[in-house]
Nanobody
């Protein structure tokens, strides 16, 4: 079970930190990802991190502003979001990859999903 939290409503330029806590099983051997879905749009890949945090991968739209990290001791993955823009408004989902080090941006490569957390950025 994956539980995402940390969303909220902020003005443009602000920061938020999302958390994704795992329970019931460990995901320390899985790559983990964040996706997001804006109203009326298809879901988009945001960021991914390998099982040990040694590799990360970002979409072009968030690279340089967002940072994905993980703490396997706490079974938690984070998404630090800085310099937020109105176009970052979406429901954000965390997901566990089928792979441990290969970083994938396709939802089909992920087999466990958390419920979303809403992020709203006002202009």
């Amino acid at each position: 079970h994956l539980q995402a939290s940390g969303g909220g409503s902020v003005p443009a330029g602000d920061s938020l930190r999302l958390s994704c806590a795992a329970s019931g099983r460990t995901f320390s051997s899985s790559a983990m990802s964040w996706f997001r879905q804006a109203p009326g749009k298809e879901g988009d890949f945001v960021a991914a991190i390998s099982w040990n945090g040694g590799a990360t991968y970002y979409s072009a739209s968030v690279k340089g502003r967002f940072t994905i990290s993980r703490d396997n001791a706490k079974n938690t993955v984070y998404l630090q979001m800085n310099s937020l823009k109105p176009e970052d408004t979406a429901v954000y989902f965390c997901a566990a990859s089928r792979y441990y080090s290969s970083l994938r941006n396709s939802p089909g490569d992920h087999d466990h999903w958390g419920q979303g957390t809403q992020v709203t950025v006002s202009s």
